[in-house]
T-cell receptor, first 118, second 111 residues
Framework: ETGVTQTPRHLVMGMTNKKSLKCEQH?????MYWYKQSAKKPLELMFV???????ENNSVPSRFSPECPNSSHLFLHLHTLQPEDSALYLC?????????????????FGEGSRLTVL | LAKTTQPISMDSYEGQEVNITCSHNNIATNDYITWYQQFPSQGPRFIIQ?????VTNEVASLFIPADRKSSTLSLPRVSLSDTAVYYC????????????WGAGTKLIIKP
């Protein structure tokens, strides 16, 4: 148990569906992240939120839309996805984010949401 | 950001000590070295972090030579449950989210 909870753990959707992934952290952290891990590829950073403000969008297609209503919750809204978007989507958090202060740089990951796009 | 190079895979046996070496020739002065472990269909988990010399915690040791161009993760007396992918990452704290994740080392422990 890392203190970062992702739901759903598994999701199958068609290309015309709209769905959302949810992440919740119980660690009091200030920064939250979405990563994508495709089969046989390294982790790719998608979005970064620091104190609820988006600070990084790593050239992610607009069919992925993040939302961070507060420091504890992060959503990834999905619409009109492609089969190549099938992957493990990982949420992570870290203590101090980008606002300064020294932390260990440790990222706390959730267990991921396995997405399959048909 | 410094890129890292580590073996794609390694095999070992239960009870053995396993050493995984990571090369990071372009490491910067402010960079720390961090290792993560990832089991299938789970998120990576922090193992250990260091800047220089040796760091030890309850699960692993990290050896870093004086020139810091490489590091070695040492897992003592491994068990089957240590079968996982191990990632070596190099970066400074202020840009931890920019860390470049490589393919990692797939460690397989045999009975």
């Amino acid at each position: 148990e890392t203190g970062v909870t992702q739901t759903p753990r598994h999701l199958v959707m068609g290309m015309t569906n709209k769905k959302s992934l949810k992440c919740e952290q119980h660690l009091g952290h200030n920064a939250m992240y979405w990563y994508k891990q495709s089969a046989k590829k390294p982790l790719e950073l998608m979005f970064v939120y620091n104190f609820k403000e988006q600070t990084e969008n790593n050239s992610v297609p607009s069919r992925f839309s993040p939302e961070c209503p507060n420091s504890s919750h992060l959503f990834l809204h999905l619409h009109t996805l492609q089969p190549e978007d099938s992957a493990l989507y990982l949420c992570a958090s870290s203590p101090f984010g980008l606002a300064g202060g020294r932390d260990t740089g440790e990222l706390f990951f959730g267990e991921g949401s396995r997405l399959t796009v048909l | 950001l410094a890129k890292t190079t580590q073996p794609i895979s390694m095999d070992s046996y239960e009870g053995q000590e396993v050493n995984i070496t990571c090369s990071h020739n372009n490491i910067a002065t402010n960079d720390y070295i961090t290792w993560y472990q990832q089991f299938p269909s789970q998120g990576p988990r922090f193992i250990i972090q260091g800047y220089k010399t040796k760091v030890t915690n309850e699960v692993a040791s990290l050896f870093i030579p004086a020139d810091r161009k490489s590091s070695t993760l040492s897992l003592p007396r491994v068990s089957l449950s240590d079968t996982a992918v191990y990632y070596c990452l190099v970066g400074d704290f202020d840009s931890n989210y920019q860390l470049i994740w490589g393919a990692g080392t797939k460690l397989i422990i045999k009975p």
